[in-house]
């Protein structure tokens, strides 16, 4: 039977991979507009924390790709081992897309002309901040109950008979 926190979690995580490949688009479209000096095109425009927040953009939308795929594969095998790469990278890249969220406000502050473009990224990363959070959340809800993840007691796999391990493999011999 399938637990609570991975049936929730499998298609936030989906989500949170195609918003992060779309802030990873149009971020990197809107980078390299600044790059050239373009910024009176219609659909872009930008302020003095432009560049600063594209590119934690395009950082956190790198990592939160890749903890995607690790969580794509916790959320496969669902046990206490794959948990710890899986929530290891999610929360980097949870704390990434913070930062690009502190970004994101203090571009919407400072004001001036943004395009369209420019504010889907800065949407799209106030989303991804709540929803890595929760997506953060939900692979580790086993700390609080085997029923919501894979727990961090589980005793079936890894030599938890009970016996204890002798180091050597010559214990009890003798010469």
């Known amino acids: ?24 688009g149009f971020a990197s479209w809107c980078l390299n507009r600044f790059i050239n000096g373009q910024t009176h095109h219609p659909s872009f425009g930008g302020n003095g924390a432009t560049m600063f927040f594209l590119t934690f953009s395009i950082l956190a939308s790198v990592l939160g790709v890749v903890s ?68 953060v959340l939900l692979i580790h809800a086993g700390l609080f109950s085997s029923r919501y993840g894979p727990g961090y007691r589980d005793g079936d796999y890894g030599g938890t008979t009970g016996e204890p391990i002798h180091k050597g493999g010559t214990a009890g011999t003798h010469v």
């Open 1 to 24: 039977m399938a637990t609570v926190g991975r049936n929730v979690a499998g298609p936030l995580m989906f989500l949170n991979l195609i918003m992060y490949l779309l802030v990873l």
């Open 68 to 135: 995607k795929f690790i969580g794509g594969n916790h959320l496969r095998m669902w046990r206490s081992d794959s948990l710890a790469g899986a929530g290891a990278t999610s929360i980097i890249a949870w704390a990434v897309t913070a930062l690009a969220f502190g970004l994101a406000c203090k571009e919407i502050n400072i004001g001036g002309h943004r395009g369209w473009r420019l504010r889907i990224v800065e949407a799209f990363i106030i989303i991804l901040t709540f929803t890595q959070l929760l997506y």
